[in-house]
Structure formats: structure tokens, C-alpha cells
């Protein structure tokens, strides 16, 4: 069993700040890379951003400079500061973890709306 828990969604203004968190724990393997995804209604789910064990990053271009994230390996734990926050930025962001052997879990969804 492994299990995914999200937490940092919310309400929040144009122009503000979220941070969201992403822990894994249960019967996993090394974890080879972390990340967030979204989905707008509508739309098709998308990475947002990525981080390798290493520390190597990806990133979204609709979201580079604004959003950063990180990963506490020894807690196997990612976390995304989400800045500048835009309306369009609203979706659900899921996170993903993806072990040395390839296989990929999934979060339950947290939901981020920025709206006035």
C-alpha cells in the first residue's frame, strides 16, 4: 500500500500565494521523481512541475518564475510555492510520484481557485 496525501489547496486572490505539499509514504521504492499536475474543467490534465531525486527540475512554461518546487528526500516529501497567482491558474493539482522501477502513484486532487 501506498499512500499519497495532499494538502495547500484553497481560495485564494489574483495575485497571491499558495503552497502546496505532497507526502508519500507506505510500501514504496526509492522515489526517482515528484511533481504536480492540473486540470482545469474541460481540459486535459498537464504537468505543472517536476523534481528528480537529484534535484533536476521541469517546469510549465505558463508557470516558469512564478511557481518553484521541492522535495524533502528524507521525508519523501515535494512541496510547490505557488506566486503570482493568476485565474487561470485555477484546476485541480494533483500530485505524482514515480519510484526508481517506474511505477507512478497518484494523489486524490486538491483544489486551487484564484478568483476575486
Known amino acids: 500500500q501506498v499512500q499519497i496525501v495532499e494538502s495547500g489547496g484553497g481560495l485564494v486572490q489574483p495575485g497571491g500565494s499558495l503552497k502546496l505539499s505532497c507526502a508519500a509514504s507506505?510500501?514504496?521504492?526509492?522515489?526517482?521523481?515528484m511533481g504536480w499536475y492540473r486540470q482545469a474543467p474541460g481540459k486535459q490534465r498537464e504537468l505543472v512541475a517536476a523534481?528528480?531525486?537529484?534535484?533536476?527540475?521541469d517546469y510549465a512554461d505558463s508557470v516558469k518564475g512564478r511557481f518553484t518546487i521541492s522535495r524533502d528526500n528524507a521525508k519523501n516529501t515535494v512541496y510547490l510555492q505557488m506566486n503570482s497567482l493568476k485565474p487561470e491558474d485555477t484546476a485541480v493539482y494533483y500530485c505524482?510520484?514515480?519510484?526508481?522501477?517506474?511505477?507512478?502513484?497518484w494523489g486524490q486532487g486538491t483544489q486551487v481557485t484564484v478568483s476575486s
Open positions: 505524482n510520484t514515480r519510484d526508481a522501477l517506474s511505477r507512478e502513484y
Open positions: 507506505g510500501n514504496i521504492f526509492t522515489i526517482y521523481r
Open positions: 523534481i528528480t531525486r537529484g534535484g533536476s527540475t
